[in-house]
């Protein structure tokens, strides 16, 4: 993946499925690792594609790896598997549509962030 075109249509394509900042994943990330007894460190938090996320968003194009590009592809296929993209669903309504959002939350995609 080191043609341009390549890159440049891959990048748009990440940040149009990611639509959470690093604020909000890195913050989603600290939640959803919490319990009653222990929270991990905020570096450690989440899982290992959502912290990658989070570095990516840190990030200039410049700077990507091909991990980063690896990393990225699986992201935006995962989104676009489970999301239409162009009519996200209403408002959560059952347990299922919560699980499904905070999958999709831990690499980046909010489906009710409009």
Do not use: C, Y
């Not at 639509?19 to 290992?48: F, Y």
């Amino acid at each position: 993946m080191t043609d341009a075109l390549e890159l440049d249509a891959l990048w748009e394509d990440f940040h149009r499925v990611v639509n959470m900042t690093s604020q909000e994943l890195a913050a989603w990330l600290r939640v959803r690792d919490a319990d009653e007894a222990t929270e991990p460190l905020p570096d450690q938090a989440g899982t290992a594609t959502g912290q990658h996320v989070l570095a990516i968003l840190q990030k200039r194009r410049t700077d990507l790896t091909e991990d980063d590009l690896r990393v990225m592809l699986k992201v935006v296929e995962t989104v676009t598997d489970q999301v239409d993209l162009e009519n996200e669903p209403e408002p959560e309504v059952t347990a299922e549509d919560t699980r499904r959002r905070h999958r999709l939350m831990t690499v980046g995609h909010d489906p009710l962030k409009g």
